[in-house]
């Protein structure tokens, strides 16, 4: 016979919805429903795993890309050294532009012109990635939201700390700059200001 609302009752004694309900969010086995739910969250990570990995494939193959045709083409135009122009293709790529090399003929402009624009689309794009990925990871991360402001902040202040002193240092030892001007000019660099009075020398071609 066709179910009536007085057979609810009975069918509930027999069926824990909240059970059932506890195995949907939490990937359980339930009689019905569980097991499908499990199986689908499943699929979702798997997929956003995958576009997580062709995102960054993608980035990477672009970077290559923008990086052989900035050299390949400075380094034939301008008669730069490999060294050169793969340095210049990089201050332009992080925005950080010096100055101490530049094009010169209205074709290396042109050129530079489209350069400097995807170079700033990538950078953008890549740091919305991260970001993505970053805020993704931190509130995934169970004790990273116990963590107070205080701590975190302390954690950029290290890892920008690391950052400049990996530039300091070399630029230091290899260049015989005094220290105050190795942190300087590694901190200008990071910081993507680039006031051109401090740069390395051309001499590694």
Do not use: N
Not at 88 to 96: E, F, G, K, R
Not at 182 to 196: D, E, K, L, P
Request: contains cysteine; hydrophobic residues 45%; aromatic residues 14%.
């Amino acid at each position: 016979r066709p179910l009536r609302h007085s057979d609810t009752p009975k069918l509930m004694k027999h069926y824990d919805v909240s059970q059932e309900v506890s195995d949907i969010f939490e990937g359980g086995e339930g009689p019905l429903l569980g097991s499908q739910a499990s199986s689908k969250w499943q699929s979702m990570q798997d997929l956003t795993q995958k576009f997580v990995l062709r995102r960054h494939v993608i980035g990477a193959v672009i970077l290559l890309v923008y990086m052989a045709c900035s050299i390949g083409f400075f380094s034939w135009s301008q008669g730069w050294g490999m060294v050169d122009a793969a340095y210049y293709s990089v201050v332009t790529l992080t925005t950080v532009g010096y100055g101490d090399l530049h094009p010169d003929t209205t074709f290396q402009k042109l050129f530079a012109i489209g350069l400097t624009f995807v170079a700033v689309s990538f950078i953008a794009a890549a740091v919305g990635i991260l970001l993505d990925d970053f805020i993704t990871d931190a509130l995934e991360d169970d004790e990273y939201e116990a963590k107070a402001p205080a701590a975190a902040m302390g954690e950029m202040v290290v890892i920008v700390a690391l950052i400049v002193a990996a530039g300091t240092v070399p630029y230091w030892y290899f260049e015989g700059r005094s220290w105050i001007d190795s942190v300087y000019w590694a901190s200008i660099t990071v910081a993507t200001v680039g006031y051109g009075d401090q740069t390395p020398p051309s001499k590694y071609q």
